[in-house]
């Protein structure tokens, strides 16, 4: 009985008889056909009852999750309802939702006609790495009538999906680089200047090489034109440093900025593999917390994404001092330093600017800061008051500041980008393709 529910049809046909009773007082004609209602309802009741109950199943239904969820994007759940019955049926999808969407209204309704298949998707975008646990899958049915639901329950276990940084944005950018279609999401195609590092071999000469790369000795032995050829540069060491501090805790659009540059490290170091690049992966706050030495390896990626998986930020400051030294005593090679984090302040950098000068002197480095893109719309909204004045000129401020801390770093020789949380990972591969351009890597 517990999976007895009255329709809100049942409620009506009783209020209209209660009211042809009370109605039979002044009329008297409607006393008898109140008692014929009043039978007709009982047995289309319990005709309603024995056609929902006496099949044991009469609803079966499967929940299709993904094995795993990818953070910030929309991730699609497919439900399949099967209906059993020989005749339609009326349904009712209430799903127990994950309590990090704190979502407690989902209701789908549909119609079923007889032994008949249904599908349906929603979708769902997590802004938290974690676990997520689904509880029940109900499903309410009632016949043509309407007079009584039944519900049915599935998964009583609850259901984990762990979710793990973006790896759809991940595999987009990778199928953009093997397409060569990276322009299309706003990846600049950078002219290279000059000859890499690496030679490859000595070729005959065609229309088009090059004129300076003629190779005047091997000319000479073999009394034709003969041009030395070189490749990219390959296995160049790429670490993505992640800063946990509490500087990376702020929200913009649901997310903190702890995860985007947790989903851009990921995206960014897959195309540093593909590009035939070392990638590593390093996070810090008060310590150094994960440390993943760069490599190419098939199997890297899986090891990234597990590093990223369960990194998290706290209100403390990180620490740039043990950064620096950590780096100098577990990074002796000259690699190329991507730092996610954030200055809001002149005087936040101040504090920190000699260990990155420090780091500066072998390795060439990126520092990453992110513009507030909430005190923009502030900043360029239409002033109403005094006060909307005054908040606009505090917010005006903090952009110069952020200029004035791009300019500094620029000054003392430092790559600096300095992007919106949502543009983060695209202006991040278009800064690594323009140092590999320009030879800098």
């Not at 990126?366 to 917010?395: K, M, W």
């Not at 004035?404 to 992007?419: A, D």
Request: with cysteine; net charge positive; glycine share 4%.
């Amino acid at each position: 009985m517990k999976n007895l529910y009255i329709h809100k049809n049942l409620i009506l046909g009783i209020s209209i008889i209660l009211v042809l009773f009370l109605l039979s007082y002044w009329f008297e004609v409607l006393f008898p056909i109140a008692w014929i209602l009043v039978v007709i309802l009982i047995v289309v009741l319990l005709f309603d009852l024995y056609i929902l109950f006496s099949k044991k199943n009469g609803i079966d239904a499967e929940r299709d999750t993904p094995l795993k969820f990818s953070n910030s994007d929309k991730n699609d759940i497919f439900v399949t309802i099967k209906n059993k019955y020989n005749f339609p049926v009326n349904c009712n999808i209430i799903e127990e939702l994950p309590v990090q969407f704190q979502k407690r209204d989902f209701d789908y309704s549909l119609n079923i006609k007889p032994f008949q298949e249904y599908k349906f998707h929603y979708s769902l975008r997590p802004v938290d790495r974690g676990e997520y646990h689904f509880g029940k899958l109900h499903i309410f049915t009632s016949s043509p009538f309407r007079i009584i639901t039944r519900r049915y329950s599935f998964y009583e276990e609850n259901t984990m999906i762990k979710t793990y940084p973006s790896y759809i944005q991940m595999k987009k950018y990778s199928f953009l680089v093997l397409n060569d279609k990276l322009t299309e999401y706003g990846v600049k195609r950078i002219r290279r200047i000059g000859h890499t590092m690496e030679f490859e071999q000595i070729k005959k000469y065609v229309a088009g090489d090059d004129i300076r790369s003629i190779n005047w000795k091997a000319t000479a032995k073999h009394a034709k034109l003969m041009v030395n050829q070189y490749q990219d540069e390959k296995s160049q060491p790429i670490y993505s440093i992640i800063d946990t501090g509490r500087v990376m805790k702020m929200p913009f659009e649901g997310l903190k900025l702890l995860d985007y540059a947790i989903n851009s490290a990921l995206a960014f170091s897959n195309i540093a593999i593909l590009k035939n690049d070392k990638a590593g992966i390093l996070d810090f706050g008060k310590k150094v917390n994960n440390f993943l030495p760069a490599s190419k390896l098939k199997t890297q990626m899986l090891k990234i994404n597990e590093a990223l998986y369960n990194i998290d930020t706290d209100f403390k400051d990180s620490d740039f001092g043990f950064l620096n030294s950590y780096i100098k005593h577990k990074i002796p090679h000259r690699s190329l330093l991507i730092i996610y984090t954030n200055f809001e302040h002149k005087s936040s950098l101040k504090r920190q600017l000699r260990y990155i000068k420090s780091l500066s002197k072998k390795h060439p480095i990126v520092i990453v800061i992110f513009e507030n893109t909430e005190l923009e719309q502030l900043t360029t909204s239409r002033a109403g008051n005094i006060q909307d004045i005054y908040h606009q000129t505090i917010g005006k401020k903090f952009f110069y500041d952020k200029k004035l801390i791009v300019k500094e770093l620029q000054q003392r020789g430092i790559h600096t980008i300095l992007t919106k949380p949502q543009d983060l990972t695209v202006n991040v591969i278009n800064k690594y393709f323009e140092l590999k351009a320009r030879g800098r890597i």
